[in-house]
């Protein structure tokens, strides 16, 4: 696949403290990718090197063939959805979205039918003369997008855009800007450190620790395989028995002696905490070690100081490395 | 709740205190007799506040004096609080603080110093120009102080989103930055305004014998004693001072 | 962005070089010399000026603008926190008014301000005009011109500087601490003096130093309420401009006064932090 944004051994400091140490990646065309990472490992950093608001201490910065490095923002064929919107104030949700059109040059008599339809794809036909301030959440996030799309950029680059969300309207527009991406086919590098928000939506995901990466792949992959203790535990719960990492809806609990190929260790029912659509055993092991089983309705009850096996399948083991 | 009506009477002598004087002032203002016993509604003193040709002159120079500070004040002030707020000069914005709480005496005797030692290699004398560079001078601080505040709660991602959509540096200043920052500068300029129509000890230093201003025909009258038309040019301050506030207040709420 | 930066503050700056630093470098230069026989400064170099400050005859003055700034700094407190207590404690959409009411005097002229208390003190002022007609005295009392009178007119000028950052002290003080401190067994009185008072600490030295810096360098007050006699270092500085002719001295004052501001600013800012203003 045709690589649209290339990152080469970028590196950059505040004060000696490295922040951004070594990243080298591959945006491929049309792709959504996802940096995802905790906060302060550096993704809002080298998401800020793109947009041109810093320039990297070392490494290069390509997009589609082009060295964004020592351009100024203005010069870039990129735009960003900022975490807070950013949305001028003082001008209506129509104006906002001409803005980037005026500063082209774009005659007048051209900018108001891009809006328009910019402003259709977003469903805010409505709201169009709205000043910011009343908008709703989830009409700012769509005017900041439709504001970001209508330039036609190269590549968007979204900054945690739904992290001002409130989780019910979180998830539907989620939903609303995986379709508009495919539908536009531009390539979005997307920013979260919120792990179930970059399992849903990218096409890619590069996990980010502490200014590195830490593994590179497809939502499933890196989720399934997951290279590193690091990224087995941010992308979800882990149970760590013996050096190795088993997810809790892989982990099995029984009373009777489980049957051959499986591993099995002796532990004994802590507590018991229901969760709607399933149960969450927790359990401690004969070592000490606690262990966390999700466990169907349709199994058998467990009561606390319950003596069981927990069991699991060795091709459930994520192969961590270290 | 005790406490809560002791401060309450409190409160109020401390309003009566600060307000009081000021209404007295202006209520004899109307007064027929010369003296401070109430002999009767008069406008006497305003015919004469308004046949003062000298008072005239000099409340027509303290105009346009304080108008052209004020322009030119706040249009350097606010660039220079942009300016500080992109980054931080110590030495400037650190000058700019400290000319705001040096004594007005000590301003004024070294612009004089100043002044004299410049006319010196360069025949010019003592006028309005000298007194509307030493007003931009001292209110550009002023001017700072209060863009400065407005700044300060600003989102700088606003900036950042300007340049991402394709505006220049100063595009994103103009089209941006600018028109948020209105109420502010707004607020400044009657701030430079009012410290600049108000102002007498530095004015009085720097000013030459064509560029006497309100302040210092007031100053003079007040110091020769007792005078009602004083008074009623008091109250004309103070109204159109109080107007210019309402105004500004309208002009914030309803842009 | 850099020349676009340099570009907006190279107005004020060349401003502050001119028309602030320059002066002020004149100023400490006149210092060190020696008045000239026609007024103006001459050679030599000296540090004459300086140990002038230390005569009697100055230092009394001195020491009389210490003695009144300080009495008026303190009444400015004592009535700014009751008053910034009570508009921190009214109704939210009250607060407004009340702050307002505090600052409009403020926009007024400072010269009105201060003729309104002639006005109201003079021999022939209100309040003798009133105690005279109705016979409480039999002649005018000596109001004005004295030290009492400028105390006052400074303590009236600077109050709302005062008022000011003691409100936004109390504002931002956690609302609960009142209740709480009540609900333990404090009467409300003991609630003031063991928690908002020394909560409060930050506020009144922030409103102390506002106060006293320009009471410390006043002018007009003590020379149209003081007269002649109560004159503090703002007078004594334009005696020597004007009237006496000794620019060298004046210039050591000056600078004697503003190495005071200097050092009561820079202590404040090292306390509190630059916050505190």
């Known amino acids: 696949m045709e690589t649209a944004l290339a990152l080469r051994a970028l590196e950059k400091s505040f004060s000696s403290h490295r922040v951004v140490d070594g990243i080298s990646l591959d945006v491929p065309k049309g792709c959504f990718y996802s940096l995802l990472g905790p906060s302060g490992c550096g993704k809002t950093t080298i998401l800020r090197m793109i947009g041109g608001f810093g320039e990297p201490d070392a490494g290069e910065i390509v997009l589609n063939g082009k060295r964004l490095n020592g351009l100024r923002p203005y010069e870039r064929p990129v735009t960003t959805v900022f975490q807070s919107y950013a949305l001028f104030p003082h001008l209506t949700a129509a104006q906002n979205i001409a803005f980037g059109l005026e500063r082209r040059g774009e005659a007048p008599a051209a900018i108001a039918p891009k809006v328009n339809r910019m402003l259709e794809l977003v469903g805010l036909q409505e709201k169009a003369g709205r000043m910011p301030a009343n908008l709703s959440g989830g009409e700012k996030q769509r005017t900041a997008l439709a504001r970001a799309l209508v330039v036609e950029p190269e590549m968007l680059l979204l900054d945690e855009p739904l992290s001002a969300l409130d989780p019910a309207l979180r998830k539907r527009v989620r939903i609303e800007l995986k379709q508009l991406q495919k539908q536009l086919g531009i390539t979005f590098l997307f920013i979260t450190h919120d792990q179930e928000e970059a399992l849903s939506l990218s096409d890619q995901i590069a996990v980010m620790n502490k200014g590195k990466i830490e593994q590179i792949g497809t939502p499933q992959e890196i989720y399934l395989t997951p290279a590193t203790r690091f ?43 229901f969760l709607g659509d399933c149960f969450h055993v927790q359990t401690r092991t004969s070592a000490g070690v606690t262990v966390t089983a999700q466990v169907s309705h349709k199994d058998e009850p467990f009561a606390n100081g319950d003596r069981v096996h927990v069991w699991w399948h060795a091709a459930d083991e994520l192969p961590v490395r270290e | 709740m005790k406490q809560g009506r002791f401060l309450g009477v409190f409160a109020a002598g401390v309003y009566a205190f600060l307000h009081v004087p000021l209404l007295i002032l202006c209520a004899f203002s109307f007064n027929r007799s010369k003296f401070t016993i109430w002999e009767g509604f008069s406008l006497e003193w305003y015919r004469q506040m308004f046949a003062d040709g000298q008072l005239g002159e000099a409340a027509w120079n303290s105009l346009v004096i304080a108008l052209a500070s004020t322009v030119l004040a706040t249009a350097i002030g606010t660039l220079c609080a942009y300016g500080l707020w992109k980054k931080n000069s110590k030495w400037l914005s650190g000058s700019l603080y400290l000319s705001l709480v040096t004594p007005e005496i000590v301003t004024g005797i070294s ?6 030692w410049v006319f010196r290699y360069w025949q010019v004398q003592l006028g309005m120009h000298t007194v509307i560079l030493a007003h931009v001078a001292f209110s550009i601080a002023y001017v700072l102080l209060v863009v400065m505040a407005r700044l300060r709660t600003a989102e700088p991602a606003l900036e950042d989103a300007a340049l991402d959509l394709g505006a220049s540096e100063w595009e994103a200043f103009r089209l941006v930055t600018l028109p948020i920052l209105k109420p502010g500068i707004a607020a400044a300029a009657l701030l430079a305004f009012t410290v600049s129509f108000d102002d007498y000890v530095i004015t009085s230093l720097v000013a030459g014998v064509d560029s006497e201003t309100l302040p210092m025909v007031l100053y003079a009258m007040a110091r020769r004693g007792a005078n009602p038309v004083v008074s009623a040019i008091s109250t004309v301050i103070f109204l159109g001072f109080g107007a210019l506030i309402l105004l500004s207040e309208r002009m914030q709420k309803n842009p | 962005m850099n020349r676009l930066r340099a570009l907006f503050l190279a107005p004020s700056a060349a401003f502050t070089v001119v028309l602030f630093l320059a002066p002020m470098a004149i100023i400490v230069g006149y210092s060190f010399m020696t008045r000239g026989v026609y007024g103006g400064v001459t050679g030599p170099w ?6 002038r400050l230390f005569d009697p005859l100055y230092g009394v003055i001195l020491w009389r603008s210490l003695v009144m700034s300080t009495l008026a700094t303190a009444l400015c407190l004592l009535i700014a926190f009751p008053l910034a207590l009570f508009i921190a404690r009214a109704e939210e959409k009250r607060k407004n008014i009340y702050l307002y009411l505090v600052i ?23 309040i003798n005009s009133v105690l ?36 936004s002290n109390l504002e931002r003080m956690d609302k609960n601490l009142l209740e709480a401190a009540a609900d333990l067994g404090a009467t409300q009185w003991e609630t003031i003096r063991r928690v908002v008072l020394p909560l409060c600490a930050p506020g009144m030295r922030a409103a102390g130093v506002l106060v006293f810096i320009p009471c410390l360098g006043a002018y007009l007050t003590p020379d149209l309420l003081g007269g002649g006699k109560s004159i503090m270092i703002g007078n004594l500085i334009q005696n020597q401009f004007t009237t006496a002719r000794d620019w060298p001295f004046g210039a050591a004052i000056s600078l004697a006064l503003m190495a005071l501001v200097m050092v009561l600013l820079l202590a404040l800012l090292r306390r509190d932090g630059e916050e505190a203003l």
Not at chain 1, 247 to 254: G, L, V, W
Not at chain 3, 46 to 51: D, F, I, K, R
Not at chain 3, 106 to 126: I, K, P
């Open chain 1, 231 to 273: 990224v087995a535990g941010f992308l979800g719960a882990v149970n760590w028995i013996d050096g190795i990492g088993v997810r809790p809806e892989a982990t099995r609990i029984s009373r009777a002696t489980p049957g051959n190929g499986a591993r099995t260790v002796d532990a004994q029912v802590e507590t018991s905490v």
């Open chain 2, 111 to 116: 612009l004089l110093a100043l002044f004299q």
């Open chain 3, 46 to 51: 000296t540090v004459e000026n300086y140990q």
């Open chain 3, 104 to 126: 409009l005097p403020f926009w007024t002229s400072f010269l009105v301000r201060t003729y309104a208390w002639m006005f109201l003190l003079r021999d022939s002022g209100l």
């Open chain 3, 132 to 167: 005279l007609s109705l016979h409480v005295i039999q002649k005018p009392l000596p109001l004005l011109y004295n030290e009492t009178a400028v105390v006052v007119g400074l303590v009236y000028g600077y109050l709302p500087f005062a008022v000011l950052p003691l409100y």
